[in-house]
């Protein structure tokens, strides 16, 4: 079965500062990996998504991600973070999983942003 | 706006009540996808549709539960004997088929049993 774990359930950066959430996954093949950003009173916005050739994949809003395959890790980037980053991010992989869904998302539990002024 | 919409955005409901929701997806898409997030956690994945076939359900989905989508285009969630367990936020998505094509989220909707 596969599982997505994001370790850090708050991280707290001041704006302007850079910016670094972690992604790891357990998957058997070859992962389409997403992270998706939710913000109060918000639908899940997908910033980036990987599903092969470059690992280095670019998103809206100045998000990046690189993908490692070595690690099983998907972790999401940016150089400098404003105020209105501040929301939950989820990382996410799509296959098959336990329950025989092969194409519904298997999300982590999220890690929530704080941006100290 | 041709965002995937749902209805209610809050549902209040007493214990043992039946409640429906519904979905309308993005026009194009084919896919449509059930999902419920409770309190810090995320999304996790309940049963998804191609045009109006069912292809799969999760183990999260009990015989409470049944969803349906018989023209292809909206769906709905239907919850019968509701339990304070089941109070969630309940998130329907939209894509076309392949596994990554982006899944489009609508807003949700908030239920809570009483």
């Known amino acids: 079965a596969q599982s997505v774990t994001q370790p850090d359930i708050h991280i707290t950066v001041s704006e302007g500062a850079s910016l670094e959430l972690r992604c790891n996954y357990s998957?058997?093949?070859?992962?389409?990996l997403f992270w998706y950003v939710q913000s109060p009173g918000q639908g899940l916005q997908l910033l980036l998504k990987y599903f092969s050739g470059d690992t280095l994949v670019q998103g809206i809003k100045g998000f990046e991600a690189e993908f490692k395959r070595s690690q099983s890790s998907f972790n999401l980037r940016k150089p400098s973070v404003h105020w209105s980053d501040a929301a939950e991010y989820f990382c996410a992989v799509v296959g098959a999983y336990s329950g025989g869904g092969a194409d519904g998302l298997t999300f982590g539990k999220g890690t929530h942003l704080i941006i100290q002024p | 706006d041709t965002g995937v919409s749902q209805d209610p955005r809050h549902k209040i409901t007493k214990r043992g009540q039946n409640v429906t929701f519904r979905c309308d997806p993005i026009?194009?898409?084919?896919?449509l996808y059930w999902y419920r997030q409770t309190l810090g956690q995320g999304p996790e994945f309940l049963t998804y549709f191609q045009n109006e076939a069912q292809l799969e359900k999760s183990r999260l989905l009990s015989d409470r539960f049944s969803a349906e989508r018989p023209k292809g285009s909206f769906s709905t969630l239907e919850i019968q004997r509701t339990e304070q367990g089941d109070s969630a936020m309940y998130l329907c998505a939209s894509s076309f088929p392949n596994p990554t094509d982006t899944q489009y989220f609508g807003p949700g909707t908030r239920l809570t049993v009483l």
């Open positions: 026009s194009e898409h084919n896919r």
């Open positions: 998957y058997g093949a070859t992962p389409y």
